[in-house]
């Protein structure tokens, strides 16, 4: 069955670095988003992702953050500046077809951790 | 943003006994969606819902579509080990281009042999 993933599985980088974590969506998908999970919290929405273009973005993805598409497979995430509370579990998901309300399939997560 | 509660936030259970967990919103929603998810991994889809009313089974489990479309319902029956873990609904107010799904806080689930 196909399957999202993502690299890499651990990320650690010194607070004030950029970090850029990689997606490789479902082939055949049209819609791309990004989500954390602060250890032992929720799922959080950050962005969605559809046409090259941001869709939807929540609070959480302020102007540090930024997403593109740059060539037919992957999807990024690059935080231009880290902070300390960037530390969490960062999730890709895609769901597919001509309809959004498909629902959505997530990769296992690149952990974040900002020292 | 939208609020999903999702309870119970815990639940120790028997190998063998039924579970019932529940998720509720301010606001209708369009779709729900069941995700278990295992440590150190994704959540993974379980069940799918889009109609109010609407009962879906994926083997032992059965989650249904409330009629109000504020709330939804995941039921596992006869519980085996391998249940163990988080699990989570989430929620899209409307079906349109690149809305966000909101996510419950979980409930967790440890069944004990």
């Known amino acids: 069955e196909p399957e999202v993933t993502q690299t890499p599985s651990h990320q650690v980088t010194q607070m004030g670095q950029e970090v850029i974590l990689r997606c490789v969506p479902i082939s055949n998908h049209l819609y791309f988003y990004w989500y954390r999970q602060i250890l032992g919290q929720k799922v959080e929405f950050l962005v969605s992702f559809y046409n090259n273009e941001i869709s939807e973005k929540s609070e959480i993805f302020d102007d540090q953050f930024s997403v593109e598409r740059p060539d037919g497979s992957n999807f990024t995430l690059k935080i231009r500046s880290t902070k300390l509370e960037d530390s969490a579990m960062y999730f890709c998901?895609?769901?597919?077809?001509?309809?959004?309300?498909?629902?959505?399939?997530f990769g296992d997560g690149t952990r974040l951790s900002i020292l | 943003g939208q609020q999903l509660n999702q309870s119970p936030q815990s639940m120790f259970i028997q190998e063998g006994e039924d579970v019932s967990m529940n998720c509720t919103s301010s606001?209708?929603?369009?779709?729900w969606l069941w995700y278990k998810q295992d440590p150190g991994e994704g959540p993974v889809l379980l069940i799918a819902l889009y109609k109010a009313g609407e009962l879906t089974s994926n083997g032992r489990l059965t989650a249904q579509f409330g009629i109000t479309r504020k709330d939804s319902f995941l039921n596992i029956s006869a519980s085996i080990p391998s249940d163990v873990g988080i699990y989570f609904c989430a929620g899209r107010p409307r079906v349109d281009t690149g809305n966000q799904f909101y996510f419950g806080t979980g409930t967790s689930l440890t069944v004990i042999p």
């Open positions: 606001s209708i929603f369009n779709t």
């Open positions: 998901a895609s769901s597919g077809g001509l309809y959004s309300n498909q629902p959505q399939h």
